[in-house]
């Protein structure tokens, strides 16, 4: 069985730094491309962050470009979000997804709040 | 960067058919757009329902159908149940590697 289970998430200052991280389990990890996908408390969806399999490209929304940096541990089975210069609207739900190609498995979120 | 546009919100009667679009500020939404739809309910994590067009996953129920009518992406849910009571986001890929979602569908079933 495919799994996806974020971690990492919690409240923390404008300006300060979090470090998310997705477990993958029931499939080949370092197979496929993950991506992350973020939504604000009642709002709608937004894309952020892509890696491919490998972790040799990478893909940035601009409202995260130079501020987040996307990374995988294919010995770990694991997908990393270093997010830094923390703003509150980047405070949401952050989901990792699978990409076969073609998105098929989520996982549940983690809440990143950015408040002081 | 580009915008998509769905319908705020829409009612279907159960057992009702109803169409959900998603249309791009740049032009015609295309197969080449690769298109897809999501289901997303209160609390829970997003689900992929529909990609490239009209490609359904295993648990994806049949009577869910993604198409492109009028240059929009359009998912149609033909027989709504109560458990299809949702909000509905689609998503498209632009060039460079540019994914956009749309700004989702709240579909009511009543």
């Known amino acids: 069985e495919v799994q996806l289970v974020e971690s990492g998430g919690a409240l923390v200052q404008p300006g300060g730094s979090l470090r998310l991280s997705c477990s993958a389990s029931?499939?080949?990890?370092?197979?496929?491309?993950m991506h992350w996908v973020r939504q604000a408390p009642g709002k709608g969806l937004e894309y952020v962050s892509a890696i491919n399999n490998n972790g040799d490209n990478t893909y940035y929304a601009d409202s995260v470009k130079g501020r987040f940096t996307i990374s995988r541990d294919n010995s770990k089975n694991t997908l990393y979000l270093q997010m830094s210069s923390l703003r509150a609207e980047d405070t949401a739900v952050y989901y990792c997804v699978r990409r076969t190609p073609v998105f098929d498995y989520w996982g549940q979120g983690t809440l990143v709040t950015v408040s002081s | 960067q580009a915008v998509l546009t769905q319908e705020p919100s829409l009612t279907v009667s159960p057992g009702g058919t109803v169409t959900l679009t998603c249309g791009s500020s740049t032009g015609a939404v295309t197969s080449g757009h690769y298109p897809y739809w999501f289901q997303q309910k209160p609390g829970q994590a997003p689900r992929t329902l529909i990609y490239d067009t009209s490609n359904k996953h295993s648990w994806t129920p049949a009577r869910f159908s993604g198409s492109l009518l009028g240059g929009k992406a359009a998912l149609t849910l033909s027989g709504a149940q109560p458990e299809d009571e949702a909000e509905y986001y689609c998503?498209?890929?632009?060039?460079?590697?540019?994914?956009?979602f749309g700004g989702g569908t709240k579909l009511t079933v009543l």
């Open positions: 029931g499939f080949t990890f370092s197979s496929y491309a």
């Open positions: 998503l498209v890929s632009y060039s460079g590697g540019v994914w956009v």
